[in-house]
Nanobody, 121 residues
Framework: QVQLVESGGGLVQPGGSLRLSCAAS????????MSWYRQAPGKERELVAA????????NYADSVKGRFTISRDNAQNTVYLQMNSLKPEDTAVYYC??????????????WGQGTQVTVSS
């Protein structure tokens, strides 16, 4: 029974910061790459950031490069997304999932509920 539970979203002003968390269970977390995705209304879900199983390498979408940082704590089965210098176009529901590698888009498990991030004045 795989569970992916995202948290940490909220309303923030442009230029502000948020830290998202994803608590995973039901699979061997430390063997998989992990990724953050987001989906805005009327748009397809896109991969935002990915991290290798040991946390040694990362991959980011061009739109967030230099502003977002993905990290993980394998002892806690948790992956994080530190979001700085937030822009209104970052507004979306953010989801996490596992992957076979940081350049592989396909999610391995069913989606969780996600966490809403709204960037607005």
């Amino acid at each position: 029974q795989v569970q992916l539970v995202e948290s940490g979203g909220g309303l923030v002003q442009p230029g502000g910061s948020l830290r998202l968390s994803c608590a995973a269970s039901g699979f061997t977390f430390s063997r998989n790459a992990m990724s953050w995705y987001r989906q805005a209304p009327g748009k397809e879900r896109e991969l935002v950031a990915a991290i290798t199983s040991a946390g040694s390498s990362t991959n980011y979408a061009d739109s967030v490069k230099g502003r977002f940082t993905i990290s993980r704590d394998n002892a806690q089965n948790t992956v994080y997304l530190q979001m700085n210098s937030l822009k209104p176009e970052d507004t979306a529901v953010y989801y996490c999932n596992a992957n076979l590698g940081i350049y592989k888009r396909r999610p391995l498990y069913d989606w969780g509920q996600g966490t809403q991030v709204t960037v607005s004045s």
